[in-house]
């Protein structure tokens, strides 16, 4: 069955598209992935997203976006997508060997937080280890935290997690930083912050109930290892956008991120819009992804009503 549009990924952006492009009787097809709602479903409590005064938790702020969309008709599936062709339209897309066809394509394929890849690290995403200062930096008011990285992240972060917490501490696994000069002398001289070169984490220790206590630190130029208190760890190694799918078929820039025309989420093929995290690397919050949603939506309308004309 040949589709108005197909949404590939979910997401405050992809849901919101899908919003709009029911209400605008596209009946829009959606494929959420491998992480239906994206990040804000390992988020616990989102204090950011207005409407809510007194907060949500991100799965449930995803399961209300979904209702609403499948009110006005969006069909969501639980299914990745594995396969596109652009090449020809309509455009395909593959679900294993399930083929769907559709006259345009909205990707929210957002984008992954790198991680250290610890065990610990997983159990406790959400209960005091966080990739979002922006997002929970409020939570830990009068805390000390760390923050993992040595780019213009985490000095960003780590400088933004001054106004909350009570000592920030950068650990970073070499003994120079990466960051641009600026952001570097814009840490540096914050009194509330301190580093710890040449140091990785090994294990961070806490409880779901409890939130984090502790960390296990080693040192990278000696056999040195230690504990290192704090009530929470902020990761700021860089996303990773979820663009493997498109690779030699969309443009992306030097970090994977796709490229859309400025002022709009059209991609460089006709017909295929991009929104939410994939697309952007500045400002990565749910309220931002859910406009750009907004907009890829009414980018498709225009779109398809131009081809029929």
């Known amino acids: 069955m040949n589709r108005k549009v197909i949404i590939i990924g979910s997401g405050p952006a992809g ?15 959606v494929f959420e992935g491998s992480q239906p709602g994206g990040q804000l479903t390992i988020t616990t409590d989102v204090e950011n997203f207005p409407g809510f005064p007194d907060g949500i938790m991100g799965p449930e702020l995803m399961d209300l976006f979904r209702k609403q969309a499948e009110r006005f008709g969006a069909e969501c599936h639980f299914e990745h997508v594995t396969k596109v062709d ?7 897309v593959w679900v294993g060997d399930k083929n769907y066809q559709a006259e345009s394509i909205i990707i929210a394929t957002g984008a992954t937080a790198k991680m250290l890849g610890l065990d610990s690290e997983k159990e406790l995403m959400g209960f005091g280890v966080s990739a979002c200062a922006t997002c929970d930096g409020f939570f830990f008011k009068d805390k000390k935290v760390l923050v993992v990285g040595g780019g213009d992240s985490a000095m960003e972060e780590a400088t933004y997690l001054t106004k909350f917490a009570s000592e920030v501490v950068i650990v970073h696994r070499r003994e120079e930083f990466r960051a641009s000069k600026i952001m570097i002398d814009r840490a540096m001289n914050n009194p509330k912050i301190r580093v710890l070169w040449n140091s990785t984490i090994d294990e961070i220790m806490g409880s779901q109930e409890k939130g984090v206590h502790a960390v296990k ?14 009530d929470g760890v902020f990761m700021a190694i860089g996303h990773k956008p979820n663009t493997e799918l498109f690779t030699d078929i969309l443009k992306t820039d030097q970090n994977g991120y796709l490229v859309t025309t400025n002022g709009s989420t059209s991609t460089n093929i006709d017909g ?9 690397h500045v400002y990565r919050q749910a309220v931002t992804a859910a406009g750009s949603g907004c907009m890829s939506a009414i980018d498709a309308e225009r779109y398809l009503e131009s081809i029929a004309d």
Do not use: H, W
């Open 15 to 29: 849901l919101t598209a899908a919003l709009y492009t029911a209400r605008a009787n596209l009946n829009p097809l």
């Open 86 to 92: 652009f090449s020809k339209k309509p455009y395909n």
């Open 217 to 230: 630190i080693n040192k990278t130029d000696s056999d040195e290892s230690f504990e290192e208190e704090c």
């Open 272 to 280: 295929v819009f991009a929104c939410g995290d994939v697309q952007d």
